[in-house]
Protein backbone atom coordinates (compact mmCIF):
# COMPACT_ATOMS: atom_id res chain seq x y z
CA UNK A 1 0.00 0.00 0.00
CA UNK A 2 1.16 3.66 -0.86
CA UNK A 3 1.70 5.92 2.52
CA UNK A 4 -0.93 8.52 2.42
CA UNK A 5 -0.80 11.48 4.70
CA UNK A 6 -4.33 12.54 5.76
CA UNK A 7 -5.40 15.95 6.12
CA UNK A 8 -8.52 15.57 8.79
CA UNK A 9 -10.19 18.75 8.21
CA UNK A 10 -13.15 17.93 9.88
CA UNK A 11 -14.27 14.92 12.57
CA UNK A 12 -16.92 13.10 12.06
CA UNK A 13 -19.33 11.68 14.27
CA UNK A 14 -19.14 7.99 13.20
CA UNK A 15 -22.04 7.28 11.73
CA UNK A 16 -21.74 8.85 8.55
CA UNK A 17 -19.79 8.60 5.10
CA UNK A 18 -16.39 10.79 5.45
CA UNK A 19 -16.33 13.06 2.58
CA UNK A 20 -12.58 13.03 0.66
CA UNK A 21 -11.63 15.28 -1.13
CA UNK A 22 -8.59 14.40 -3.57
CA UNK A 23 -6.52 17.01 -5.18
CA UNK A 24 -5.22 17.99 -8.53
CA UNK A 25 -1.78 18.35 -9.62
CA UNK A 26 0.60 19.77 -8.61
CA UNK A 27 -0.44 21.18 -5.73
CA UNK A 28 -1.45 18.88 -2.57
CA UNK A 29 -5.04 18.43 -0.38
CA UNK A 30 -4.18 22.01 1.13
CA UNK A 31 -5.70 23.25 -2.08
CA UNK A 32 -9.24 22.34 -0.59
CA UNK A 33 -9.11 23.55 2.55
CA UNK A 34 -11.09 27.28 2.33
CA UNK A 35 -13.69 24.60 0.38
CA UNK A 36 -14.01 22.61 3.22
CA UNK A 37 -14.72 25.09 5.53
CA UNK A 38 -17.49 26.41 3.59
CA UNK A 39 -18.76 22.80 3.24
CA UNK A 40 -18.66 22.19 7.24
CA UNK A 41 -20.66 25.42 7.45
CA UNK A 42 -23.09 25.11 4.88
CA UNK A 43 -23.93 21.75 6.52
CA UNK A 44 -24.20 23.11 9.57
CA UNK A 45 -27.03 25.42 8.26
CA UNK A 46 -28.20 22.79 6.42
CA UNK A 47 -28.74 20.05 9.32
CA UNK A 48 -26.82 17.49 8.20
CA UNK A 49 -25.08 14.98 10.33
CA UNK A 50 -21.32 16.26 11.10
CA UNK A 51 -19.52 13.41 8.30
CA UNK A 52 -15.82 13.58 8.75
CA UNK A 53 -13.77 15.71 6.11
CA UNK A 54 -10.57 14.76 4.65
CA UNK A 55 -8.14 16.37 2.36
CA UNK A 56 -5.72 13.83 2.27
CA UNK A 57 -2.27 14.79 0.11
CA UNK A 58 -2.17 12.26 -2.88
CA UNK A 59 0.63 9.92 -3.08
CA UNK A 60 4.00 11.81 -4.34
CA UNK A 61 2.22 15.41 -3.38
CA UNK A 62 2.83 17.39 0.18
CA UNK A 63 3.42 15.07 2.98
CA UNK A 64 2.76 11.60 1.18
CA UNK A 65 5.91 10.73 -0.51
CA UNK A 66 5.96 9.32 -4.15
CA UNK A 67 6.26 5.52 -4.42
CA UNK A 68 8.98 3.66 -5.06
CA UNK A 69 9.44 1.57 -8.32
CA UNK A 70 8.37 -1.41 -6.74
CA UNK A 71 5.68 0.11 -4.96
CA UNK A 72 4.43 1.08 -8.53
CA UNK A 73 4.26 -2.15 -9.76
CA UNK A 74 5.41 -2.27 -13.65
CA UNK A 75 6.97 0.48 -15.57
CA UNK A 76 6.43 0.62 -19.09
CA UNK A 77 9.29 1.62 -21.48
CA UNK A 78 7.90 5.28 -21.75
CA UNK A 79 8.46 5.11 -17.92
CA UNK A 80 5.17 5.10 -17.23
CA UNK A 81 3.58 3.08 -14.34
CA UNK A 82 0.18 1.18 -15.59
CA UNK A 83 -0.56 -0.20 -12.41
CA UNK A 84 -0.01 2.58 -10.10
CA UNK A 85 -3.30 4.45 -10.11
CA UNK A 86 -4.86 0.80 -9.26
CA UNK A 87 -2.71 0.52 -6.50
CA UNK A 88 -2.97 4.24 -5.04
CA UNK A 89 -7.02 3.70 -5.20
CA UNK A 90 -6.69 0.60 -3.06
CA UNK A 91 -4.53 2.53 -0.32
CA UNK A 92 -7.49 5.10 -0.73
CA UNK A 93 -9.98 2.72 0.21
CA UNK A 94 -7.50 1.04 3.03
CA UNK A 95 -6.97 4.12 4.57
CA UNK A 96 -11.31 4.80 5.12
CA UNK A 97 -11.55 1.25 6.05
CA UNK A 98 -8.76 1.53 8.28
CA UNK A 99 -10.92 4.61 10.00
CA UNK A 100 -13.64 2.11 10.49
CA UNK A 101 -15.38 3.38 7.27
CA UNK A 102 -17.09 1.28 4.93
CA UNK A 103 -18.35 3.80 2.01
CA UNK A 104 -17.35 7.59 1.79
CA UNK A 105 -18.22 10.40 -0.68
CA UNK A 106 -15.61 10.84 -3.23
CA UNK A 107 -14.40 14.00 -4.38
CA UNK A 108 -11.89 14.70 -7.45
CA UNK A 109 -10.82 17.53 -9.14
CA UNK A 110 -8.67 17.25 -12.23
CA UNK A 111 -5.91 14.05 -11.22
CA UNK A 112 -8.08 13.61 -8.37
CA UNK A 113 -11.01 12.87 -10.64
CA UNK A 114 -9.21 9.76 -12.08
CA UNK A 115 -7.89 8.45 -8.58
CA UNK A 116 -11.98 8.85 -7.45
CA UNK A 117 -13.29 7.20 -10.91
CA UNK A 118 -10.95 4.35 -11.00
CA UNK A 119 -11.80 3.53 -7.21
CA UNK A 120 -15.58 3.51 -8.48
CA UNK A 121 -14.41 1.02 -10.71
CA UNK A 122 -12.68 -1.28 -8.39
CA UNK A 123 -14.74 -1.08 -5.68
CA UNK A 124 -18.26 0.31 -6.14
CA UNK A 125 -18.99 -1.02 -2.95
CA UNK A 126 -17.32 1.80 -0.66
CA UNK A 127 -18.80 4.71 -2.42
CA UNK A 128 -22.10 6.34 -1.09
CA UNK A 129 -21.47 9.44 -3.68
CA UNK A 130 -19.24 11.04 -6.02
CA UNK A 131 -18.17 14.61 -7.49
CA UNK A 132 -16.20 14.89 -10.14
CA UNK A 133 -14.67 18.44 -10.77
CA UNK A 134 -13.19 19.78 -13.90
CA UNK A 135 -11.90 16.52 -14.91
CA UNK A 136 -12.48 13.58 -17.44
CA UNK A 137 -12.71 9.56 -17.67
CA UNK A 138 -10.88 9.16 -20.99
CA UNK A 139 -7.21 8.43 -21.38
CA UNK A 140 -4.76 10.85 -22.88
CA UNK A 141 -4.21 9.72 -25.41
CA UNK A 142 -0.81 10.39 -27.54
CA UNK A 143 -0.98 14.06 -25.65
CA UNK A 144 -0.03 12.36 -22.43
CA UNK A 145 3.20 12.50 -23.80
CA UNK A 146 3.88 16.04 -22.48
CA UNK A 147 2.83 14.16 -18.99
CA UNK A 148 6.28 12.39 -19.43
CA UNK A 149 8.62 15.12 -20.37
CA UNK A 150 7.40 16.73 -17.60
CA UNK A 151 8.42 13.99 -15.24
CA UNK A 152 11.75 13.84 -16.71
CA UNK A 153 12.21 17.45 -16.80
CA UNK A 154 11.18 17.57 -12.88
CA UNK A 155 14.07 14.69 -12.29
CA UNK A 156 16.50 15.91 -14.57
CA UNK A 157 16.56 19.30 -13.06
CA UNK A 158 15.61 18.46 -9.34
CA UNK A 159 13.06 21.08 -9.03
CA UNK A 160 9.37 22.31 -9.25
CA UNK A 161 10.20 24.77 -11.93
CA UNK A 162 9.02 22.32 -15.14
CA UNK A 163 5.82 23.23 -13.55
CA UNK A 164 5.48 26.27 -12.63
CA UNK A 165 3.56 28.05 -15.64
CA UNK A 166 0.52 26.49 -12.98
CA UNK A 167 1.07 29.77 -10.94
CA UNK A 168 0.76 31.40 -14.01
CA UNK A 169 -2.15 33.41 -15.70
CA UNK A 170 -2.83 34.85 -19.22
CA UNK A 171 -5.09 37.35 -20.51
CA UNK A 172 -8.27 34.20 -21.24
CA UNK A 173 -7.93 33.23 -17.73
CA UNK A 174 -10.42 34.27 -14.65
CA UNK A 175 -10.42 36.96 -12.95
CA UNK A 176 -9.24 34.69 -10.12
CA UNK A 177 -6.19 33.27 -11.47
CA UNK A 178 -5.19 36.18 -12.96
CA UNK A 179 -5.23 37.99 -9.34
CA UNK A 180 -2.31 38.09 -7.16
CA UNK A 181 -3.77 36.27 -4.47
CA UNK A 182 -3.86 33.41 -6.33
CA UNK A 183 -0.84 33.68 -8.12
CA UNK A 184 1.16 34.25 -4.92
CA UNK A 185 -0.42 30.81 -3.29
CA UNK A 186 -0.14 28.29 -6.04
CA UNK A 187 3.53 29.59 -5.75
CA UNK A 188 4.17 28.32 -2.40
CA UNK A 189 1.98 25.46 -2.55
CA UNK A 190 3.97 24.16 -6.00
CA UNK A 191 7.13 25.38 -4.14
CA UNK A 192 6.24 23.09 -1.19
CA UNK A 193 6.50 19.87 -3.75
CA UNK A 194 8.95 17.29 -3.92
CA UNK A 195 10.06 16.85 -7.73
CA UNK A 196 9.92 13.46 -7.25
CA UNK A 197 6.12 13.37 -6.35
CA UNK A 198 5.57 15.71 -9.03
CA UNK A 199 7.41 13.12 -11.72
CA UNK A 200 5.80 10.30 -10.00
CA UNK A 201 2.31 11.58 -10.55
CA UNK A 202 2.77 12.25 -14.47
CA UNK A 203 4.13 8.77 -14.97
CA UNK A 204 1.05 7.39 -12.79
CA UNK A 205 -1.33 9.23 -14.67
CA UNK A 206 0.41 8.90 -18.27
CA UNK A 207 -0.33 4.96 -17.05
CA UNK A 208 -3.65 5.03 -15.99
CA UNK A 209 -6.33 2.19 -17.58
CA UNK A 210 -8.76 3.55 -19.81
CA UNK A 211 -11.87 4.60 -17.75
CA UNK A 212 -14.37 6.14 -20.57
CA UNK A 213 -17.85 5.08 -19.52
CA UNK A 214 -16.86 3.95 -15.98
CA UNK A 215 -18.72 7.32 -15.01
CA UNK A 216 -22.10 6.43 -17.05
CA UNK A 217 -21.93 2.95 -14.74
CA UNK A 218 -22.15 5.19 -11.19
CA UNK A 219 -25.23 3.84 -9.39
CA UNK A 220 -24.76 6.87 -6.27
CA UNK A 221 -25.71 10.23 -6.15
CA UNK A 222 -23.01 12.05 -8.18
CA UNK A 223 -22.39 16.03 -8.85
CA UNK A 224 -19.99 16.61 -11.32
CA UNK A 225 -18.80 20.40 -11.42
CA UNK A 226 -16.84 22.37 -14.13
CA UNK A 227 -15.23 25.82 -14.52
CA UNK A 228 -16.53 27.58 -17.56
CA UNK A 229 -13.05 28.75 -18.48
CA UNK A 230 -11.40 25.74 -18.64
CA UNK A 231 -9.22 25.05 -21.09
CA UNK A 232 -9.74 21.06 -20.98
CA UNK A 233 -12.73 20.44 -18.86
CA UNK A 234 -14.90 23.42 -19.45
CA UNK A 235 -18.76 22.34 -19.91
CA UNK A 236 -18.39 21.26 -23.68
CA UNK A 237 -16.59 18.23 -22.08
CA UNK A 238 -18.39 17.96 -18.72
CA UNK A 239 -22.22 18.81 -19.36
CA UNK A 240 -21.99 15.87 -21.65
CA UNK A 241 -20.63 13.37 -19.24
CA UNK A 242 -23.28 14.18 -16.53
CA UNK A 243 -25.56 13.66 -18.90
CA UNK A 244 -24.47 10.04 -19.86
CA UNK A 245 -24.60 9.51 -15.84
CA UNK A 246 -28.25 10.28 -16.52
CA UNK A 247 -30.49 10.98 -13.50
CA UNK A 248 -27.67 10.60 -10.91
CA UNK A 249 -25.71 13.40 -11.66
CA UNK A 250 -26.48 17.39 -11.05
CA UNK A 251 -24.17 19.37 -13.72
CA UNK A 252 -22.96 22.69 -12.09
CA UNK A 253 -21.15 25.13 -14.38
CA UNK A 254 -19.49 27.98 -12.89
CA UNK A 255 -18.96 31.33 -14.64
CA UNK A 256 -15.47 33.12 -14.55
CA UNK A 257 -13.31 30.11 -13.26
CA UNK A 258 -10.81 28.00 -14.77
CA UNK A 259 -9.57 24.40 -13.69
CA UNK A 260 -8.86 24.75 -10.06
CA UNK A 261 -12.51 25.22 -9.09
CA UNK A 262 -12.02 24.71 -5.60
CA UNK A 263 -9.78 27.12 -4.97
CA UNK A 264 -11.00 30.15 -7.68
CA UNK A 265 -14.78 29.45 -6.56
CA UNK A 266 -14.91 27.75 -3.13
CA UNK A 267 -18.01 28.48 -2.26
CA UNK A 268 -19.87 27.84 -5.22
CA UNK A 269 -18.26 24.07 -5.53
CA UNK A 270 -18.83 23.69 -1.43
CA UNK A 271 -22.85 24.43 -2.35
CA UNK A 272 -22.96 21.73 -5.23
CA UNK A 273 -20.66 19.62 -2.38
CA UNK A 274 -23.35 20.19 0.18
CA UNK A 275 -25.81 19.38 -2.09
CA UNK A 276 -24.38 15.83 -2.94
CA UNK A 277 -24.01 15.16 0.45
CA UNK A 278 -28.14 15.84 1.02
CA UNK A 279 -28.44 13.77 -1.67
CA UNK A 280 -26.24 10.96 -0.14
CA UNK A 281 -28.03 11.33 3.45
Known amino acids: MFEIHNRVIREGDGTSAPLILTNAYPVDGRMWERCAQRIAALANEAGL ?15 SPAPSDAQSGRRAPNGSYPDALDRMAESYVAMMHAAGYDKAVWVGLSMGGYLVTDLY ?3 PEAVAGVA ?8 DGTGGEARL ?89 MKPLAQ ?10 IADCGH ?13 LVDLMKRVD
Request: hydrophobic share 40%.
Open 49 to 63: PDFAIWAPDMPGSGL
Open 121 to 123: RLH
Open 132 to 139: LCDTMASS
Open 149 to 237: ETSNACESTDSVQPVMHFAQAGPDDSTVKRSQAFIDQMTVWIHDQNPAGLAWRQRMTYGRPELAGVPESMDVPVAVVSGELDPTSNPSV
Open 244 to 253: RIGGNAVFTP
Open 260 to 272: FSAVEHPDTVAAA
